[in-house]
T-cell receptor
Framework: AQSVAQPEDQVNVAEGNPLTVKCTYS??????LFWYVQYPNRGLQFLLK??????LVKGSYGFEAEFNKSQTSFHLKKPSALVSDSALYFC???????????FGTGTRLQVFP | ETGVTQTPRHLVMGMTNKKSLKCEQH?????MYWYKQSAKKPLELMFV???????ENNSVPSRFSPECPNSSHLFLHLHTLQPEDSALYLC?????????????FGPGTRLLVL
């Protein structure tokens, strides 16, 4: 069975500092991994995805994520946080040849000025 | 904007009402989805349509009835809902159902059942 874990309900970081939002997954076979962001009263916006190839994936708004197969992780990172990055972040996984996208419970990122 | 629109954005209904949620995508996609988002819970996939055909019903109660008249439009018909059905209902679309495809989400309909 597929599953995604986002171990932190909330991450607090000062503006200008690097940020990391953690995600670990469990699937059979090759995983396809996604990050989405949700701002208040909005739907989910796609940030980036890992399908194959380079383990470091770059996405929108300066975000990147690193696929680590041995640790079954796909942590989201940004070198310098902005107050406007404050939002709810969702990690999602889909196994090869399956239709269902499984989401984590979300991590609220709070960036303080 | 993601190219996926949903109406209404907010809906309050009684348990005996019948209402419908509408989703429209302007991306030329062939697959459309309904999700339910409740507080503190992962997104729950409800229904999947591919080329207007329903391909997944994730054990959703019959008081939720989807309709997909064409690849650009998706409806969710609601009747005799329960208060626990109050949630944010999100529509999404993707080029097709493939495993690597990105799903693009609408802004959601915030539903309150009294």
């Amino acid at each position: 069975a597929q599953s995604v874990a986002q171990p932190e309900d909330q991450v607090n970081v000062a503006e200008g500092n690097p940020l990391t939002v953690k995600c670990t997954y469990s699937v059979s076979g090759n995983p396809y991994l996604f990050w989405y962001v949700q701002y208040p009263n909005r739907g989910l916006q796609f940030l980036l995805k890992y399908i194959t190839g380079d383990n470091l994936v770059k996405g929108s708004y300066g975000f990147e994520a690193e696929f680590n197969k041995s640790q079954t992780s796909f942590h989201l990172k940004k070198p310098s946080a902005l107050v406007s990055d404050s939002a709810l972040y969702f990690c999602a996984v889909r196994a090869y040849n399956t239709d269902k996208l499984i989401f984590g419970t979300g991590t609220r990122l709070q960036v303080f000025p | 904007e993601t190219g996926v629109t949903q109406t209404p954005r907010h809906l309050v209904m009684g348990m005996t009402n019948k209402k419908s949620l509408k989703c429209e995508q302007h991306l030329g996609h062939n697959a459309m989805y309904w999700y339910k988002q409740s507080a503190k819970k992962p997104l729950e996939l409800m229904f999947v349509y591919n080329f207007k055909e329903q391909t997944e019903n994730n054990s959703v109660p019959s008081r939720f009835s989807p309709e997909c008249p064409n690849s650009s439009h998706l409806f969710l018909h609601l009747h005799t809902l329960q208060p626990e059905d109050s949630a944010l209902y999100l529509c999404a679309s993707s080029q097709d159902k493939g495993s690597t495809e990105t799903q693009y989400f609408g802004p959601g309909t915030r539903l309150l059942v009294l």
